[in-house]
């Protein structure tokens, strides 16, 4: 595993290195101080991984990652509290206290690992994540954090029933809850597990689990209703493909 150490405090940077030898897998193939230079660093070495501080001269952390087409996996390194919803906010692996410890460094390197061998096929096992695709594909089990205006939550996949088009953003059903997430259809239905999550229109994901009744529609289609509600309606072309999926 390639790491990129990005962090303008060289006594931090030089603690990372000297805990990183207890892990043979991994490699450091760069520092960084500050923003401007990790996007070179990324660009040239292609990490697996960052290693990356919030407050640097310039720009922080959470900015960097805002600039990058593709990033690396990323876990967090920082003397603040504060910034850990936001780091979960971008699907940061994980979020260490300065100075970190050993244990944690450990756990968090793990996660990393589970999602490398994720991401890559046997054959691009060696490809790093950046060139193959930012985000790991996601599990129902999987919990991912959610954040509208001022309310945030952590939702486990499996409790989301719906997934609905809403203007730019994608509006998600879970609980008594319709948030909006700044993500298309699209680039959840890449990552969503296609065994659970289902299309079944252009503007509607529904979650398989969540079926509480199928009745015949009109034009050959279906009508669905989940629990709880509410009910949707499978286009034509998906109607086919659900008859086959269920083998109706």
């Given at each position: 595993m390639n790491v990129l150490?990005?962090?303008d405090s060289r006594l931090a940077r030089t603690e990372l290195?000297?805990?990183l030898q207890a892990f043979p897998d991994v490699t450091v193939v760069g520092e960084a101080r500050h923003a401007d230079e990790a996007r070179t660093q990324i660009q040239a070495l292609r990490p697996d991984l960052l290693l990356l501080d919030v407050q640097m001269p310039g720009q922080t952390g959470?900015?960097?990652?805002?600039?990058?087409?593709?990033?690396p996996h990323v876990i967090f390194t920082t003397a603040y509290d504060e910034y850990a919803l936001q780091a979960f906010a971008v699907n940061a692996l994980d979020y260490l206290l300065k100075p970190v410890q050993e244990s944690r460094l450990a756990a968090a390197l793990a996660k990393a690992r589970a999602q490398l061998a994720k991401a890559a096929p046997a054959e691009t096992a060696h490809a790093s994540p950046a060139e193959e695709a930012p985000l790991a594909p996601l599990t129902a089990q999987d919990q991912v954090f959610v954040k509208d205006g001022e309310r945030c939550w952590?939702?486990?996949l499996a409790d989301i029933k719906l997934f609905e088009i809403n203007g730019s953003y994608t509006r998600i059903h879970f609980d008594q809850h319709r948030p909006?997430?700044?993500?298309?259809l699209q680039q959840l239905e890449a990552r969503l597990d296609p065994k659970v999550f289902f299309r079944v229109n252009r503007q509607q994901i529904i979650n398989l689990k969540w079926i509480a009744g199928i009745e015949p529609w009109f034009s050959n289609t279906l009508k669905l209703t989940l629990r709880d509600g509410p009910e949707v309606e499978v286009s034509r072309q998906q109607s086919v493909r659900f008859r086959e999926l269920l083998s109706l």
């Open positions: 150490l990005v962090d290195r000297h805990l959470f900015e960097l990652l805002a600039t990058l087409e593709a990033a952590f939702v486990k909006l997430i700044p993500r298309t």
